[in-house]
């Protein structure tokens, strides 16, 4: 039956070129925009993931500002550390230059007094954006280092870089040892220390060396090196309270020492207070050398008292510059490990944030070349629906034949 009020064939083409059309507008906005979900109603929940995704890429853009920062404070730090380390070798070689009895010490001591004063300008100016590291006044830093993501939320995660002392202020000399070695004899009253054990067997592979004063404050500190090996002990308020402090002192210095596992003995003579025996059992000579510091001096404030310029100060400085050296190398050591993970985090960051990208181009981005093949396809089906709706718009007027 046909009929001059309802025309089925032009409904159906109108339908079929109104979703050609549709179609073909969506393949046009995502070549021109060059994303197939470009907005929430294209793909909602895709849309929201590659939100989230991209907010977590901005993040990370200041995570890697942070690293940045963070790893150039660092290293200032190290720089600084070391540099320190070699003016402290330099200085070493001074010291050891006046252990000999026809010097100039005078003249030593000058060089000695430049190289404290240049190590003193390197620690004031190791700073970077107003942050100094090795100064002591900055206990630790943390370094923004990354966002982790869970179904609980977002946390940040931190690197924690230590702050170390290298300030060679508020340090006062205390005489607070007395030693006796086989190669030395017996020494005064010093607040340092140094001597060589000989291997087992030698005619002075053992040493006493005697805490020499119970005048020590909470927060003082005795710190040992035998061969590479750093031992320190710090003096509690406990202890100072104690009737017998050089005992107890001198009793967590063996416990310190032992604790290293180095192939010495130590005894622990009762009969004199504060008395440590120290044995080389070793098959190589063992460099000792100790150093007292107060509670309120830095790092290297052990540094201020020495001077060469006499033979007495010249034998102490030489058991000072060697705990002085390992302060600043621990330093250095430290720095350096946190430069390292800082740098390795900046990497990983950068890797992920590629990743991240890529990711959310997977899902959102236009393949264009099916969105060139849908468009030609699309182009011919609207031409081709045009011809269609013409045709079946034409329908009804063949029925004017029939009143003819």
Do not use: C, H
Request: glycine letters at 8%.
């Amino acid at each position: 039956m046909s009929s001059i009020l309802t025309n089925n064939s032009a409904m159906v083409a109108l339908q079929t070129l109104k979703g050609i059309n549709s179609n073909l507008s969506d393949v046009q906005s995502q070549i021109s925009t060059g994303k197939t979900v470009s907005s929430a109603k294209d793909n909602s929940a895709v849309w929201a993931i590659s939100k989230v995704m991209e907010s977590d890429v901005n993040g990370f853009k200041a995570i890697s500002d942070s690293l940045a920062l963070g790893e150039s404070s660092v290293a200032v730090a190290r720089n600084a550390a070391e540099t320190i380390t070699d003016l402290l070798t330099d200085m070493k070689t001074k010291i050891v230059a006046a252990q000999g009895e026809n010097v100039d010490r005078t003249k030593i001591n000058t060089d000695v007094t430049a190289l404290k004063e240049q190590i003193a300008s390197v620690v004031s100016a190791a700073q970077f954006n107003g942050l100094n590291l090795v100064d002591g006044t900055t206990a630790s830093v943390n370094v923004l280092s990354s966002l982790d993501r869970s179904s609980s939320g977002v946390d940040a995660s931190n690197i924690a870089v230590t702050g170390q002392n290298l300030s060679t202020g508020g340090y006062t000399a205390k005489a607070a040892f007395v030693t006796g070695a086989a190669t030395n004899g017996v020494s005064a009253t010093l607040d340092s220390f140094g001597f060589a054990l000989d291997a087992t067997g030698g005619a002075a592979d053992d040493a006493a060396i005697t805490i020499a004063t119970t005048a020590f404050a909470a927060g003082d500190s005795i710190s040992m090196r035998l061969g590479d090996t750093d031992i320190s002990y710090t003096i509690t308020a406990e202890d100072v309270a104690s009737t017998t402090t050089r005992d107890v002192v001198a009793l967590g210095l063996k416990t310190a020492i032992e604790a290293t596992g180095l192939d010495v003995t130590v005894d622990y003579d009762s009969g004199t207070p504060g008395e440590l025996a120290i044995t080389n059992n070793g098959a190589t000579s063992l460099a000792v050398s100790g150093q007292f510091m107060n509670a309120n001096a830095g790092g290297l404030g052990a540094l201020t008292a020495i001077d060469v310029s006499s033979s007495s100060g010249a034998t102490a400085a030489l058991g000072s510059i060697e705990t002085l050296i390992g302060t600043a190398i621990n330093a250095a050591a430290s720095f350096g490990s946190a430069e390292g993970r800082i740098n390795t985090q900046a990497d990983f960051i950068s890797s992920l944030t590629d990743s991240l990208k890529s990711g959310i181009g997977a899902m959102v981005d236009t393949d264009m070349e099916e969105a060139s093949a849908r468009l030609q396809a699309l182009q011919v089906q609207q031409q081709l629906g045009v011809q269609s709706l013409s045709i079946a718009n034409q329908a009804p007027q063949a029925l004017l034949s029939l009143f003819r």
